[in-house]
Every structure is written in C-alpha cells, then in structure tokens.
C-alpha cells in the first residue's frame, strides 16, 4: 500500500463546476498536511497548507479528517486555469515528506 | 522572490556517463533536496542535506550520490548513468521548520540513452 493515494483521474468539467479530490495517507503519525498544483511539465508550486480546523482560500477549501487519515480538497466554480494536477503532500515530522502521484484535472469551456 | 534554479532544463547522456546535477537556492534555506518524478509514481525522495557537508539517504538513493560544500548549492551526481535513470530531477529548498513550505526549481528532464 502507498503511504500517500490519491485517485490519478482524469477529472474532466465544465466551467463553472464543483470537483473535490480526497487523498489518504497511512502513517498516522503525520504532521503536516499540504496540497500542492502542478502545471504541465512545470515544478509544483504551493496551493496551500491543510489545517485541523478546514480552511479556505477564496474557491479552494481544504480539509483533513486524522480519524479516517484523509485529507480533501474542494474547488469551487471551476475555471479553465484551474487545469493542473494537484498532489497530495504528507509531511511526518522533520524530513520525511511524502508526495502523492497526483490528480488531474481538465476544466472545458 | 524566492528562487531554485538548476543547472539545465534538458540534458542527453550515454549509458555509463557520468552525470551532475547542480541546484543552486537564494532564501538561506537549509533544507534542500532532490527528488525524481516519473508518471504514476509521483515525487520520490532520492536524497536530501540539512545542511552544509550533511547528507541523508531519502527512498531512492541507489545509483546516486549528492554534495553539498556551500549551503546555497546541492549537487546530485549519476556516477555511472544507466537508461532507467531517464527521468525528471526536481530539486527543493525548505526553511528549517517541517510545515514550511518547499521550493522547487523548474527541473531537469534528463534522458540516457
């Protein structure tokens, strides 16, 4: 088993539409929590951080269930530049960081 | 701005060649590492050095060794490069604390032939 899964899509939607990605890690002594966007064959850039509590940054809701040891992530209204793959990163305390495959999103007009 | 930059975009090697990747950070991180991705296997972890002189061994170390003489720069070598190191390098720079954010530098796609 993977300590980091997440489902590889494609997700492909219109404009407009509410997709959400969920992510689940094995080690239950994870830490830190982050989920990060990819743009084809560019590095992957910070989306952002995934707190206890859920937290928002404008369309983009993150959450964490430790319980269940998944994390999501919801993006709301979909635009075209939201086409990316998004991975999934686990951070277990000090230096063992581990990156999910990714998934991949397709927005169409 | 904060910025990791690597040494070349593209490179094409000989099977046996040997291989050096230089990824040089300007935000005094100490923290920096190298990573392959390769589709459907994600990031993995080859090596990382938490600071000058520090090497430790990530998932993936074999074929591969790094150096790290000054804190801005971090090196990874293919001492002897073999076709099924045909991947992407990414490097990442990282302030001390674990939920800091990682910096990547545009990669290396590199390909042995």
Known sequence: ?109 | DVKVTQSSRYLVKRTGEKVFLECVQDMDHENMFWYRQDPGLGLRLIYFSYDVKMKEKGDIPEGYSVSREKKERFSLILESASTNQTSMYLCASRSGQSAYEQYFGPGTRLTVT
């Open chain 1, 1 to 109: 088993r993977k300590e980091v899964e997440q489902d590889p899509g494609p997700f492909n939607v219109p404009e407009g539409a509410t997709v959400a990605f969920n992510c689940t890690y094995s080690n239950s002594a994870s830490q830190s929590f982050f989920w990060y966007r990819q743009d084809c064959r560019k590095e992957p850039k910070l989306l952002m951080s995934v707190y206890s509590s859920g937290n928002e940054d404008g369309r983009f809701t993150a959450q964490l269930n430790r319980a269940s040891q998944y994390i999501s992530l919801l993006i709301r209204d979909s635009k075209l530049s939201d086409s990316a793959t998004y991975l999934c990163v686990v951070r277990t305390g000090g230096f063992k960081t581990i990156f999910g495959a990714g998934t991949r999103l397709f927005v169409k007009a």
